[in-house]
């Protein structure tokens, strides 16, 4: 059988894309590898750089954009390895990265998902791995007291900022940039819930990942570079509304009616807190976009305290 299958998600991030590929190309070594793109209606010519630049690529073209769980989806359907990769389009493969996850895979039989490290494009370490949502979890990062207090085991415990990604341990969550999944978990436990449509497909799959047994591993025995936000920045207010409904999504299919509950008025407060912010913005500045922001936090508002959110 296939190695690994690598299933890149793309939308609008044609350079970027061009990149990925190519590091692959250079990083694979002796793996048997394919790669499957899904473009989710991409219209700056990366579906046509790809045919072009990249005949060997397995390429499937949505005709609208149906988020990244289905996405994958799609491509985990096609696909032939015996792991499947998750990568991002905005990343680049170092340091044979790839084959190190495989071998590290091949001798972690428990492990359905396994991550590396992974950089910031000046080479410093980009915190990857996080805890699944808790309310305290919640509580913590709206507070943004990890960025004052980054090396606290409590304040920084959701995105563990305190740890520097130099040993393998076991973790909640592996980051959905880079995740090397085993297929035979896959067949197990099923593919990514399409309810997420961008965020918190990854944590919900690790957790039913966990709940049939299996582990999700760290291992920093290879390196890639993540650009970091180069779909979700093209609408990143909407993004920051998205992920706390992927977070509400999850809280309502994995914890108690009265956890949801709470975690939906923390979410319309995380909100409403930042909407005089930006009203202020707007009356001292002639930037247009303010107001806009300002009713998109309160729409969200409006929403989680009605239970709309999801």
């Known amino acids: 059988m296939m190695d690994v299958s690598i299933i890149i998600v793309n939308w609008n991030t044609r350079d970027l894309l061009s990149g990925c590929i190519a590091s692959i190309c250079e990083q694979a070594?002796?793996?048997?590898?394919?790669?499957?793109?899904?473009?989710?209606?991409?219209e700056d010519g990366s579906a046509e750089m790809v045919?072009?630049?990249?005949?060997?690529?397995?390429?499937?073209?949505?005709?609208?954009?149906?988020?990244?769980?289905?996405?994958?989806?799609?491509?985990?359907?096609?696909?032939?390895g015996?792991?499947?990769?998750?990568?991002?389009?905005?990343t680049v493969i170092l340091?044979?990265?790839?084959?190190?996850?495989?071998?590290?895979?091949?001798?972690h039989s428990e492990a359905a998902v396994v991550g590396c490290k992974v950089l910031n494009p000046d080479k410093t370490l980009q915190p990857t791995c996080f805890m699944f949502p808790s309310i305290l979890n919640m509580l913590l990062s709206s507070s943004y007291l990890y960025k004052i207090f980054p090396r606290s085991k409590f304040f920084g415990r959701e995105r563990m900022t305190w740890w520097d990604?130099?040993?393998?341990?076991?973790?909640d969550v592996v980051t959905g940039c880079f995740m090397l999944v085993r297929?035979?978990?896959?067949?197990?436990?099923?593919?990514?819930?399409?309810?997420?449509?961008?965020?918190?497909?990854?944590?919900?799959?690790?957790?039913?990942?966990?709940?049939?047994?299996?582990?999700?591993?760290?291992?920093?025995?290879?390196?890639?570079?993540?650009?970091?936000?180069a779909s979700s920045e093209q609408k990143r207010y909407e993004m920051i509304i998205q992920?706390?409904?992927?977070i509400l999504l999850f809280m309502r299919k994995h914890k108690s009616f009265p956890t949801y509950a709470l975690a939906s008025l923390l979410i319309a407060l995380f909100f409403l807190l930042r909407v005089p912010y930006w009203l202020a913005r707007a009356m001292f500045s002639h930037k247009?976009?303010?107001?806009?922001?300002?009713?998109?936090?309160?729409?969200?508002?409006?929403?989680?305290?009605?239970?709309?959110?999801?």
């Not at 015996?82 to 905005?90: A, E, F, K, S, T």
């Not at 690790?206 to 709940?211: E, G, P, T, V």
């Open 243 to 246: 992920l706390r409904k992927s």
């Open 165 to 171: 990604r130099n040993d393998i341990r076991e973790v």
């Open 29 to 42: 070594g002796d793996i048997n590898y394919e790669v499957v793109v899904i473009d989710n209606a991409s």
């Open 82 to 90: 015996r792991y499947v990769l998750l990568l991002n389009p905005d």
């Open 95 to 107: 340091d044979g990265a790839i084959s190190k996850a495989i071998s590290f895979a091949d001798a």
């Open 183 to 229: 297929r035979e978990a896959v067949e197990q436990v099923g593919m990514m819930d399409e309810r997420f449509f961008m965020y918190g497909e990854e944590t919900d799959w690790c957790y039913r990942f966990k709940l049939a047994g299996w582990k999700v591993i760290f291992a920093p025995a290879g390196e890639i570079i993540h650009y970091g936000g």
């Open 51 to 80: 045919r072009e630049k990249f005949p060997q690529v397995t390429l499937i073209e949505n005709r609208e954009n149906r988020g990244f769980a289905a996405a994958n989806n799609r491509g985990i359907v096609v696909s032939k």
């Open 288 to 310: 247009s976009n303010n107001i806009s922001v300002a009713r998109t936090y309160l729409s969200g508002a409006y929403r989680a305290l009605l239970g709309r959110m999801v």
